[in-house]
Structures are given as structure tokens and as C-alpha cells.
């Protein structure tokens, strides 16, 4: 379906430009969970605050992205893809500032908290320009490639975090986050076109919200393929809230030998992706979800297995790449497949979904880490039930109802920005 003739000429050039704006929305996510990872030690001393207040500072970022596309969907639903972007990225490049001055830590975790709803406008937004533009296999491998960008930024935020650490103090690292998201202010104004014009916009206004969640809340289908996605994504994040401690603490990694772990694995959640989005014309899906989730699944088991049995360092790795790359499949697929039949409300959708996935998140994270540095279980256990968690959701809720077609690729295509 064309919409020409109804939205303002592109000004974005090609499809490269489009991925690697939506792929930097999606990214301030991540950027804004790790870039300060290096820098805990620092502040904790610096505000007087305890490991487990400084921890409370990333759980309050994760529910602000979580709870903070609830709100940017269906506004984005209503009045457009921009204008609600614009000014969330606002928020989050006011209180990336803000957090930088902070003179406690409690302020810092409400602003963290602030500067997730920001955040949250990205991510979500970004989800649903996808589905704007491309359905069923043509969505998945659109979300497969926003990954290679995405997939990236845990890999890179550590890293950047602590070469900033040699030049500047915590504070530096929030107002490279507000630069970032200044960045992002100019990029959206001047690069990214409206996807949702005004005759597609939901027309219920913002009464409508409830009653539109309630809708996607009883289709079972919708909610197998969100959880399956939350799930395999609280996985990965219970991953990354414990293995600091226990790579590091336990094992006895350098913090150089944990970074480059971090980075294989991050970087086998990349190539997942990748050939997802290469042959998912061909394979379908859902047969890569269902993959991926099993791989989710299989890579807990093998965490806890060689946590219990103290099969050493090698076992504990090898499990933790495959949890972390099976999020390459699990994500873009379960993306696709769940916005699908929900065209209409993306927004509302993709901001479910991303509900789901921040609260997991932030539930794992305690729960990964409780025993600090002197215990792998809780992140073993944690990481197996998610995973199992997921493809439970896929095979029980999920299940078959009419599947999106492999050749489901038709766009819905904007002039001129192909």
C-alpha cells in the first residue's frame, strides 16, 4: 500500500540511512545500561551509596524503558511516529544532563528512572516504523539488521564507559549519554520522515489505550510470541547483571578478559541475527523463533549444569554464548510475528512487548545477582528458567494458528524512501 502523495517528500536517503537512525534509537537502551557499568566503583564512593543503591540506579532505567513505551506507543499511535520521538529524546538528553549532577544517589536513581521514559520513546518508535513499512519475513529481517547495529552497543558501551574513565570522572559518562541523545535529536529532526500519516493514526485518542491493550492482552497468539520474546531478553539481562561477579569475582577473569568475553558473545548475538535475516525468506519465522528459544533453553540448562556439577570456566562460557546469541533469533522474529496482525496499533504492540522485556529484565537483575561474588547459582537459575520460560511461551501459547506466509514480505511501502 503507497502512501504517496499523503507525507511530506524523504529526506532520508536509502534504506542505510533508516536502519542506522532506528538501529542508534534502539541502541540509547543498552548505551544507557552499560556506558556506566565501568564507573559503579566510582560512584558508589563518590555518593556515599551502597553496591546494591548503585544497582537500583540500572533496575530504575530498565523500568522507565519499560514502563516508558507503554506511554510513547499508543501517543505514537495517535499523533504520528516524530512528534512523540522528538520529545522523548528531549527527555532523555535533559535528564542525561541532570544525572551528571546529581548530588545523591537517590535523585540519580529517579532521574535514572526519567531518563529511561526518554529512552523508551527510541525504542518503541523505532519497532513500530518497521511495521510501518514491512510486514511478516520483510519485517523480521528489517528487525534482523536493526540488530547488527544494536547488537553492537553492549559490546561497545562498556568499552567507551571505561576509556572515559581515563579522562573524566562518572559524570562524564551521562553527559556523553546527553550528547548522544542530542546527536539523535538532530538525526530525527532533519533524517527521519513520518511513517504514520494522518488517515492510519488511531483515531480513539488516548481513551482508546486501555481498551486497546485489552485487545492485544486476549490474543493468545500476540501474547505467546511478547512473552517468548521477554523471556529469552530476561535471559540475556540476567546474564549481564551477573556475570561481572562471577567471571570476574568467582572465576578470576581481568577486566579485560571479561570485556572481550562480553564481546564474543555479543558479537555471536550479531551474527545470529544476521544469518536469521539472510535466510528467513527461505525458513520462515517462526521456525526461527522456535530456535532460537530452544537454544535459549538449551544454553540454561547448560549454565546450570555446569554451575552444579563445577564443570569449570569453559562449560559456564559456552552455555552463556549460546543464551546470548539465541536473543539474535528470538528477537527480530518475535517481533515480527506478534506486530503482524496488529498493523493498526503497532505502537500499542511494540510497547507491550517492550514492557515485558524491561520488567523481565529488571526483575532478573537482582535476582542474578543476590549472591554477589560468592555464589553462581542464583544467575544459573535465573538465566535456565527464562529460557525455559520462553520456549514454554512459544510452544504452549504461541502455537500455530495461521502463520505468517514465507513469501509475507510486501512493504508498506513509502515513496521514495526504498
Given at each position: 500500500?503507497?502512501?504517496?502523495?499523503?507525507?511530506?517528500?524523504?529526506?532520508?536517503?536509502?534504506?542505510?540511512?533508516?536502519?542506522?537512525?532506528?538501529?542508534?534509537?534502539?541502541?540509547?537502551?543498552?548505551?544507557?545500561?552499560?556506558?556506566?557499568?565501568?564507573?559503579?566503583?566510582?560512584?558508589?564512593?563518590?555518593?556515599s551509596?551502597?553496591?546494591?543503591?548503585?544497582?537500583?540506579?540500572?533496575?530504575?532505567?530498565?523500568?522507565?524503558?519499560?514502563?516508558?513505551?507503554?506511554?510513547?506507543?499508543?501517543?505514537?499511535?495517535?499523533?504520528?511516529?516524530?512528534?512523540?520521538?522528538?520529545?522523548?529524546?528531549?527527555?532523555?538528553?535533559?535528564?542525561?544532563?541532570?544525572?551528571?549532577?546529581?548530588?545523591?544517589?537517590?535523585?540519580?536513581?529517579?532521574?535514572?528512572?526519567?531518563?529511561?521514559?526518554?529512552?523508551?520513546?527510541?525504542?518503541?518508535?523505532?519497532?513500530?516504523i518497521?511495521r510501518?513499512?514491512?510486514?511478516?519475513?520483510?519485517?523480521?529481517?528489517y528487525?534482523?539488521?536493526?540488530?547488527?547495529?544494536?547488537?553492537?552497543?553492549?559490546?561497545?558501551?562498556?568499552?567507551?564507559?571505561?576509556?572515559?574513565?581515563?579522562?573524566?570522572?562518572?559524570?562524564?559518562?551521562?553527559?556523553?549519554?546527553?550528547?548522544?541523545?542530542?546527536?539523535?535529536?538532530?538525526?530525527?529532526?532533519?533524517?527521519?520522515?513520518?511513517?504514520?500519516?494522518?488517515?492510519?493514526?488511531?483515531?480513539?485518542?488516548?481513551?482508546?489505550?486501555?481498551?486497546?491493550?485489552?485487545?492485544?492482552?486476549?490474543?493468545?497468539?500476540?501474547?505467546g510470541?511478547?512473552?517468548?520474546?521477554?523471556?529469552?531478553?530476561?535471559?540475556?539481562?540476567?546474564?549481564?547483571?551477573?556475570?561481572?561477579?562471577?567471571?570476574?569475582?568467582?572465576?578470576?577473569?581481568?577486566?579485560?578478559?571479561?570485556s572481550?568475553?562480553?564481546?564474543?558473545?555479543?558479537?555471536?548475538?550479531?551474527?545470529?541475527?544476521?544469518?536469521?535475516?539472510?535466510i528467513?525468506?527461505?525458513?520462515?519465522?517462526?521456525?526461527?523463533l522456535?530456535?532460537?528459544?530452544?537454544?535459549?533453553?538449551?544454553?540454561?540448562l547448560?549454565?546450570?549444569?555446569?554451575?552444579?556439577?563445577?564443570?569449570?570456566?569453559?562449560?559456564?562460557?559456552?552455555?552463556l554464548?549460546?543464551?546470548?546469541?539465541?536473543?539474535?533469533?528470538i528477537?527480530?522474529?518475535?517481533?515480527?510475528?506478534?506486530?503482524?496482525?496488529?498493523?493498526?496499533?503497532?505502537?500499542?504492540?511494540?510497547?507491550?512487548?517492550?514492557?515485558?522485556?524491561?520488567?523481565l529484565?529488571?526483575?532478573?537483575?537482582?535476582?542474578?545477582?543476590?549472591?554477589?561474588?560468592?555464589?553462581?547459582?542464583?544467575?544459573?537459575?535465573?538465566?535456565?528458567?527464562?529460557?525455559?520460560a520462553?520456549?514454554?511461551?512459544?510452544?504452549?501459547?504461541?502455537?500455530?494458528?495461521?502463520?505468517?506466509?514465507?513469501?509475507?514480505?510486501?512493504?508498506?511501502?513509502?515513496?521514495?524512501?526504498?
Amino acid at each position: 500500500m503507497s502512501t504517496a502523495g499523503t507525507t511530506k517528500p524523504a529526506r532520508l536517503s536509502g534504506n542505510v540511512g533508516l536502519i542506522i537512525i532506528l538501529g542508534a534509537l534502539t541502541a540509547l537502551g543498552p548505551l544507557s545500561n552499560d556506558a556506566y557499568l565501568p564507573s559503579w566503583p566510582q560512584l558508589a564512593a563518590d555518593l556515599s551509596a551502597t553496591p546494591s543503591a548503585v544497582q537500583l540506579s540500572l533496575t530504575a532505567c530498565l523500568v522507565g524503558l519499560g514502563v516508558g513505551q507503554m506511554i510513547a506507543g499508543p501517543l505514537s499511535d495517535r499523533f504520528g511516529r516524530r512528534g512523540p520521538l522528538l520529545v522523548g529524546l528531549l527527555l532523555y538528553t535533559v535528564t542525561s544532563v541532570l544525572c551528571a549532577f546529581a548530588p545523591s544517589i537517590w535523585l540519580l536513581i529517579v532521574l535514572r528512572l526519567l531518563q529511561g521514559f526518554g529512552g523508551a520513546t527510541g525504542i518503541v518508535i523505532a519497532a513500530a516504523i518497521v511495521r510501518d513499512r514491512h510486514v511478516g519475513a520483510a519485517a523480521a529481517k528489517y528487525f534482523s539488521m536493526l540488530l547488527l547495529v544494536t547488537g553492537l552497543a553492549p559490546v561497545l558501551a562498556p568499552v567507551i564507559g571505561g576509556q572515559l574513565l581515563r579522562f573524566t570522572t562518572w559524570p562524564g559518562i551521562f553527559i556523553a549519554l546527553a550528547a548522544a541523545g542530542g546527536l539523535m535529536v538532530v538525526a530525527v529532526a532533519l533524517g527521519l520522515r513520518e511513517t504514520l500519516p494522518p488517515e492510519r493514526r488511531d483515531a480513539g485518542g488516548l481513551k482508546s489505550i486501555l481498551p486497546t491493550f485489552g485487545r492485544l492482552l486476549s490474543d493468545r497468539v500476540f501474547v505467546g510470541y511478547g512473552l517468548a520474546c521477554g523471556f529469552g531478553f530476561g535471559a540475556m539481562f540476567a546474564y549481564i547483571a551477573g556475570s561481572p561477579f562471577v567471571l570476574q569475582e568467582i572465576h578470576g577473569l581481568s577486566p579485560q578478559a571479561y570485556s572481550a568475553v562480553f564481546a564474543v558473545n555479543a558479537f555471536g548475538l550479531v551474527i545470529a541475527a544476521q544469518v536469521s535475516g539472510r535466510i528467513v525468506h527461505r525458513v520462515n519465522p517462526r521456525a526461527l523463533l522456535g530456535a532460537g528459544v530452544a537454544a535459549s533453553a538449551a544454553g540454561g540448562l547448560v549454565v546450570l549444569a555446569a554451575v552444579l556439577a563445577d564443570l569449570g570456566l569453559v562449560a559456564l562460557l559456552i552455555g552463556l554464548f549460546v543464551v546470548v546469541a539465541s536473543v539474535g533469533l528470538i528477537m527480530p522474529n518475535s517481533m515480527a510475528l506478534a506486530l503482524n496482525d496488529h498493523g493498526a496499533v503497532a505502537g500499542s504492540a511494540a510497547a507491550l512487548i517492550g514492557l515485558v522485556q524491561h520488567l523481565l529484565g529488571a526483575v532478573a537483575a537482582p535476582f542474578a545477582g543476590v549472591a554477589g561474588a560468592v555464589n553462581a547459582l542464583p544467575m544459573a537459575v535465573t538465566i535456565t528458567v527464562l529460557g525455559v520460560a520462553a520456549l514454554l511461551s512459544f510452544a504452549v501459547l504461541a502455537r500455530k494458528r495461521k502463520d505468517v506466509p514465507v513469501d509475507s514480505a510486501a512493504p508498506v511501502a513509502l515513496a521514495g524512501q526504498d
